[in-house]
């Protein structure tokens, strides 16, 4: 039986019912923030099963500000609090109640008691309150304490209760009472008012007394504070109106500033049932900003009735008041009240007459549309067109019979709103106008159509494009892209495919193919390119177009020597989103960078290299820090890859690079190169020395040798472009299939190495005993997984495909790694067939792979699955007797260093 099957460290993982509770908060805490609501509600579930030992753990994890970071810790127990708080989680909203006391009393940090009393509050009950009144004497603690006490529930009596005792801050205990509105609290407060010295506790006192107040209090804030002696007032206005009310707020009506009568006249408006008395006071009253105030506070109470006054009380009212009055009337949609603005449009000053015309805009009435209308022709001409484009009522009928008016000037007028509008019911009326001798209103016309126009407008447009004066060409094809717009792109471009077919100028459908915006139709405007028919106006729409087939067509323009600048700069601008090989793009802008160009496009080539972030980029873009013409792209360029930590750049070649661009961004001197000078300069700080890696005086007793001591890849053979070093570590650079091999083959060894995921969802192997240049996982001995298989993208990973698993044959126990950007120590032993995998001191694997197929490396019947093999394929490597060991690159981000093996067979042979 294999060692794997009864060691107990692999049965530890195979339910997470058997982790501990510390793991299980690990574990979580790994997992945060989740990408999506369903697993952050599993998450939470996993917390559930001790919740109140998992809340005192995530508490005493919390550090000191100054000195970590606590966001994860913070956002677990925030979602573990949100979490309980939802219906039928009682037991455990107790339990979690429970942890946060315990931890607030545990908690060394006071930033990290406010957090937990903060979190309390939303969950807590009257078995708090003793745990939070305990820090209300405390100067730093006292705030979030009693902001966690107004939100607990059963709170108003402790409170009245304090208040009486007078032994805690009053301010506070004011503050409470303000948030809670306690009535009872009102004689202690007045007492307090009569005697309180300090202004801020003064203040707090009126502010809680306008809250919690009766009308014994308004004598005794009237003259302190005015501001909540309002308050109080619109209180009682709505809780006790009485006749004294009424008539202290209608004292404050008048000499008082407009806020102050303001604020008094919602007390009297909420006291007063009829309020069109008050309607025609505020609207003689001077005072503009008042008086929209007043108005704004009378629209949800406005009705047609409460308006019969009006068209009596119109004439006279002030210009200035006029106008709010209409504006009003349109935003309380006050339809009955037609005949003012028809007044106002039809004998009000300029201003008067434009703010009725976009007030008539907000009403759906046919009288409110005739009004709109008639102004087309008039001197409102432009703002009646801004209120017909704003009005939601239906007009088509109405301007279509414009479009048959004699005012040339109101025909191009009600094209221009009719395109804006998309009315395409008034289509026929805008095709009659394309054959106006007038060319003013010819040209209006086509400028309409592409608003206007459908589907079933198709053939006609057509067979105006087709025809060979071409004055109007792009505005055509402008329509005719619109009247395709419902179209699916393949239909789309069939259609223009049809009428292209045999046409004598295939040249004025480009822009529609341009528009069709596929791959196909992209590399059908090439074909034409390359046909030589009118390759100027292909090439124009061609650079209009993003699609892949667009950017690999002008890499070949450039490469033939054929690109003009509008083709290089297009090429720059699509290439930097583009998702193609990084180092291929480096080198396009490499060979750009080194032809007969333009400052213009060497600069965004220079710039443009910041979105290609490799080690090679760097290099290229620091070049450029001696360029006069691009020292300044270059000095942000290099800035930028610098910034990026998963770019392997090696100290030597960084320091200088980036000590040259602090002094180019210092030299222009503007706000944003400040913070960029700032951002580098950090950058140097955290930069630090790298020594080579040697043995420990043990490994060196035992006959280590290193094979990578952070200087270079002497040792190793095959990719030295694939693998690059950079600060003492060996980076994967190049995507998929670049594999490095030992420069010596082993039997029998025990290899140690650091390693680290640069990014999420890394993924590499070991090859152990295999040749050079195959699959180790078959052809070697086998493939020994190295795997971010915490990543999303691997949550459905065979089981022989985690970390240190021999690939297809034996699965390794599944442990959680260091996190990205950390670095993971692990050894591998392989003696004869057996394989053991140890990784932070945890062996995951120990087994061997003969047993483990049971001989049966491959099937026992040629070309059938082989049933022994975990994978169902042969492994003909799998009995290799010697090889070399390979890492075997399956994509960028992954990190090495302090790689040393100890070669067992060589000292097997000594001996």
Same mark, same amino acid.
């Given at each position: 039986?294999?060692?794997?099957?009864?060691?107990?460290?692999?049965?530890?993982?195979?339910?997470?019912?058997?982790?501990?509770?510390?793991?299980?908060?690990?574990?979580?805490?790994?997992?945060?923030?989740?990408?999506?609501?369903?697993?952050?509600?599993?998450?939470?579930?996993?917390?559930?099963?001790?919740?109140?030992?998992?809340?005192?753990?995530?508490?005493?994890?919390?550090?000191?500000?100054?000195?970590?970071?606590?966001?994860?810790?913070?956002?677990?127990?925030?979602?573990?609090?949100?979490?309980?708080?939802?219906?039928?989680?009682?037991?455990?909203?107790?339990?979690?109640?429970?942890?946060?006391?315990?931890?607030?009393?545990?908690?060394?940090?006071?930033?990290?008691?406010?957090?937990?009393?903060?979190?309390?509050?939303?969950?807590?009950?009257?078995?708090?309150?003793?745990?939070?009144?305990?820090?209300?004497? /405390?100067?730093?603690?006292?705030?979030?304490?009693?902001?966690?006490?107004?939100?607990?529930?059963?709170?108003?009596?402790?409170?009245?209760?304090?208040?009486?005792?007078?032994?805690?801050?009053?301010?506070?205990?004011?503050?409470?009472?303000?948030?809670?509105?306690?009535?009872?609290?009102?004689?202690?407060?007045?007492?307090?008012?009569?005697?309180?010295?300090?202004?801020?506790?003064?203040?707090?006192?009126?502010?809680?007394?306008?809250?919690?107040?009766?009308?014994?209090?308004?004598?005794?804030?009237?003259?302190?504070?005015?501001?909540?002696?309002?308050?109080?007032?619109?209180?009682?206005?709505?809780?006790?109106?009485?006749?004294?009310?009424?008539?202290?707020?209608?004292?404050?009506?008048?000499?008082?500033?407009?806020?102050?009568?303001?604020?008094?006249?919602?007390?009297?408006?909420?006291?007063?049932? /009829?309020?069109?008395?008050?309607?025609?006071?505020?609207?003689?009253?001077?005072?503009?900003?008042?008086?929209?105030?007043?108005?704004?506070?009378?629209?949800?109470?406005?009705?047609?009735?409460?308006?019969?006054?009006?068209?009596?009380?119109?004439?006279?009212?002030?210009?200035?008041?006029?106008? /709010?009055?209409?504006?009003?009337?349109?935003?309380?949609?006050?339809?009955?009240?037609?005949?003012?603005?028809?007044?106002?449009?039809?004998?009000?000053?300029?201003?008067?007459?434009?703010?009725?015309?976009?007030?008539?805009?907000?009403?759906?009435?046919?009288?409110?549309?005739?009004?709109?209308?008639?102004?087309?022709?008039?001197?409102?001409?432009?703002?009646?067109?801004?209120?017909?484009?704003?009005?939601?009522?239906?007009?088509?009928?109405?301007?279509?019979?414009?479009?048959?008016?004699?005012?040339?000037?109101?025909?191009?007028?009600?094209?221009?709103?009719?395109?804006?509008?998309?009315?395409?019911?008034?289509?026929?009326?805008?095709?009659?106008?394309?054959?106006?001798?007038?060319?003013?209103?010819?040209?209006?016309?086509?400028?309409?159509?592409?608003?206007?126009?459908?589907?079933?407008?198709?053939?006609?447009?057509?067979?105006?494009?087709?025809?060979?004066?071409?004055?109007?060409?792009?505005?055509?094809?402008?329509?005719?892209?619109?009247?395709?717009?419902?179209?699916?792109?393949?239909?789309?471009?069939?259609?223009?495919?049809?009428?292209?077919?045999?046409?004598?100028?295939?040249?004025?459908?480009?822009?529609?193919?341009?528009?069709?915006?596929?791959?196909?139709?992209?590399?059908?405007?090439?074909?034409?390119?390359?046909?030589?028919?009118?390759? /100027?106006?292909?090439?124009?729409?061609?650079?209009?177009?993003?699609?892949?087939?667009?950017?690999?067509?002008?890499?070949?323009?450039?490469?033939?020597?054929?690109?003009?600048?509008?083709?290089?700069?297009?090429?720059?601008?699509?290439?930097?989103?583009?998702?193609?090989?990084?180092?291929?793009?480096?080198?396009?802008?490499?060979?750009?960078?080194?032809?007969?160009?333009?400052?213009?496009?060497?600069?965004?080539?220079?710039?443009?290299?910041?979105?290609?972030?490799?080690?090679?980029?760097?290099?290229?873009?620091?070049?450029?820090?001696?360029?006069?013409?691009?020292?300044?792209?270059?000095?942000?360029?290099?800035?930028?890859?610098?910034?990026?930590?998963?770019?392997?750049?090696?100290?030597?070649?960084?320091?200088?690079?980036?000590?040259?661009?602090?002094?180019?961004?210092?030299?222009?001197?503007?706000?944003?190169?400040?913070?960029?000078?700032?951002?580098?300069?950090?950058?140097?700080?955290?930069?630090?020395?790298?020594?080579?890696?040697?043995?420990?005086?043990?490994?060196?007793?035992?006959?280590?040798?290193?094979?990578?001591?952070?200087?270079?890849?002497?040792?190793?053979?095959?990719?030295?472009?694939?693998?690059?070093?950079?600060?003492?570590?060996?980076?994967?650079?190049?995507?998929?299939?670049?594999?490095?091999?030992?420069?010596?083959?082993?039997?029998?060894?025990?290899?140690?190495?650091?390693?680290?995921?640069?990014?999420?969802?890394?993924?590499?192997?070991?090859?152990?005993?295999?040749?050079?240049?195959?699959?180790?996982?078959?052809?070697?001995?086998?493939?020994?997984?190295?795997?971010?298989?915490?990543?999303?993208?691997?949550?459905?990973?065979?089981?022989?495909?985690?970390?240190?698993?021999?690939?297809?044959?034996?699965?390794?126990?599944?442990?959680?790694?260091?996190?990205?950007?950390?670095?993971?120590?692990?050894?591998?032993?392989?003696?004869?067939?057996?394989?053991?995998?140890?990784?932070?001191?945890?062996?995951?694997?120990?087994?061997?792979?003969?047993?483990?197929?049971?001989?049966?490396?491959?099937?026992?019947?040629?070309?059938?699955?082989?049933?022994?093999?975990?994978?169902?394929?042969?492994?003909?490597?799998?009995?290799?007797?010697?090889?070399?060991?390979?890492?075997?690159?399956?994509?960028?981000?992954?990190?090495?260093?302090?790689?040393?093996?100890?070669?067992?067979?060589?000292?097997?042979?000594?001996?």
């Amino acid at each position: 039986m294999s060692l794997l099957a009864v060691s107990p460290l692999f049965a530890q993982s195979t339910g997470s019912q058997q982790r501990t509770i510390e793991t299980v908060v690990m574990d979580v805490l790994a997992q945060l923030p989740a990408d999506s609501q369903a697993k952050q509600q599993q998450r939470m579930q996993d917390f559930l099963k001790e919740p109140q030992q998992i809340v005192e753990i995530l508490g005493s994890m919390l550090t000191d500000p100054a000195k970590g970071q606590n966001a994860k810790v913070e956002y677990a127990i925030s979602g573990l609090v949100s979490h309980v708080t939802a219906a039928g989680q009682d037991q455990a909203l107790a339990s979690v109640r429970a942890g946060l006391r315990n931890a607030i009393q545990k908690c060394p940090f006071n930033d990290g008691k406010a957090f937990l009393m903060y979190q309390l509050q939303w969950c807590s009950g009257p078995e708090d309150s003793d745990a939070l009144t305990a820090y209300l004497q /405390d100067k730093e603690l006292a705030s979030p304490a009693i902001n966690a006490l107004i939100q607990t529930p059963g709170t108003d009596n402790l409170i009245i209760k304090m208040l009486n005792e007078q032994k805690f801050d009053r301010n506070l205990l004011a503050y409470a009472v303000k948030e809670k509105a306690l009535a009872e609290a009102e004689t202690s407060l007045l007492a307090w008012l009569k005697d309180e010295a300090d202004a801020s506790t003064k203040a707090m006192i009126c502010s809680a007394l306008a809250s919690c107040g009766s009308k014994a209090s308004l004598d005794a804030l009237a003259p302190i504070s005015m501001v909540d002696y309002l308050n109080l007032l619109q209180k009682l206005s709505k809780a006790a109106p009485s006749d004294d009310i009424k008539q202290r707020a209608r004292a404050l009506l008048t000499d008082q500033p407009t806020q102050v009568r303001t604020a008094a006249m919602q007390a009297v408006i909420n006291m007063e049932a /009829d309020i069109q008395p008050i309607l025609q006071e505020t609207l003689k009253d001077p005072d503009s900003e008042y008086r929209n105030a007043v108005l704004k506070m009378l629209s949800p109470r406005m009705t047609a009735e409460i308006t019969t006054c009006l068209p009596a009380l119109y004439p006279a009212l002030t210009d200035a008041a006029k106008i /709010d009055l209409v504006n009003w009337l349109g935003n309380t949609h006050a339809e009955d009240r037609m005949d003012i603005m028809e007044t106002a449009v039809q004998k009000g000053k300029p201003a008067l007459s434009q703010s009725a015309l976009i007030a008539a805009s907000k009403l759906k009435t046919e009288r409110a549309a005739q009004l709109l209308v008639s102004q087309l022709s008039g001197p409102n001409r432009q703002v009646a067109a801004q209120a017909i484009l704003a009005s939601k009522t239906n007009l088509v009928d109405k301007l279509a019979a414009l479009l048959d008016a004699p005012d040339k000037e109101v025909k191009q007028q009600v094209l221009s709103i009719v395109s804006q509008r998309r009315m395409k019911q008034v289509a026929d009326k805008v095709f009659n106008l394309l054959d106006s001798p007038d060319a003013q209103l010819r040209q209006a016309a086509y400028n309409a159509l592409n608003g206007v126009v459908s589907e079933t407008d198709l053939n006609r447009l057509i067979e105006m494009l087709k025809k060979p004066d071409g004055t109007d060409l792009p505005k055509l094809q402008e329509a005719i892209k619109m009247a395709m717009l419902a179209m699916s792109p393949d239909k789309k471009l069939q259609t223009i495919s049809d009428w292209m077919a045999n046409a004598p100028r295939p040249e004025i459908y480009y822009s529609l193919l341009a528009s069709a915006g596929t791959d196909a139709a992209a590399t059908r405007l090439i074909e034409e390119y390359n046909s030589g028919k009118s390759a /100027d106006k292909a090439l124009a729409e061609l650079l209009k177009m993003s699609n892949p087939p667009v950017l690999k067509f002008l890499w070949t323009l450039i490469a033939q020597d054929k690109a003009t600048e509008p083709v290089i700069a297009r090429f720059i601008a699509l290439s930097q989103s583009s998702k193609g090989n990084l180092k291929e793009r480096c080198g396009q802008y490499g060979k750009l960078l080194q032809s007969n160009i333009s400052t213009a496009i060497k600069k965004s080539l220079v710039s443009a290299l910041s979105t290609v972030p490799t080690g090679d980029a760097f290099t290229l873009a620091a070049k450029y820090l001696d360029d006069p013409d691009s020292a300044y792209e270059a000095a942000n360029t290099v800035k930028s890859i610098a910034s990026n930590k998963s770019v392997p750049i090696d100290n030597k070649e960084l320091l200088p690079a980036l000590n040259k661009a602090i002094a180019i961004l210092k030299e222009t001197g503007n706000a944003d190169d400040g913070y960029a000078v700032d951002a580098i300069k950090k950058l140097l700080t955290e930069l630090k020395p790298v020594e080579p890696f040697v043995l420990s005086d043990d490994e060196k007793k035992q006959g280590f040798e290193l094979l990578f001591d952070g200087t270079d890849l002497s040792k190793w053979q095959d990719n030295a472009t694939g693998y690059k070093v950079a600060n003492g570590a060996i980076h994967v650079v190049e995507d998929y299939g670049h594999n490095l091999y030992t420069r010596k083959e082993y039997q029998d060894f025990v290899m140690r190495f650091s390693f680290c995921f640069a990014r999420p969802g890394v993924n590499n192997g070991i090859g152990v005993r295999t040749p050079v240049g195959v699959d180790a996982a078959y052809d070697g001995m086998c493939e020994l997984q190295i795997i971010d298989n915490d990543a999303p993208e691997y949550a459905h990973l065979a089981d022989y495909q985690y970390h240190g698993s021999v690939y297809g044959i034996i699965p390794a126990r599944r442990i959680k790694l260091k996190p990205i950007g950390q670095w993971n120590e692990e050894e591998i032993k392989v003696v004869g067939d057996h394989i053991t995998v140890t990784v932070n001191g945890e062996v995951i694997l120990d087994a061997n792979v003969r047993e483990a197929c049971q001989g049966h490396n491959v099937s026992p019947k040629a070309g059938e699955k082989n049933p022994y093999t975990m994978d169902k394929r042969d492994h003909p490597g799998m009995f290799n007797k010697k090889g070399f060991i390979s890492y075997c690159g399956h994509g960028a981000g992954f990190m090495l260093k302090n790689i040393r093996v100890l070669d067992l067979s060589a000292q097997a042979a000594q001996k």
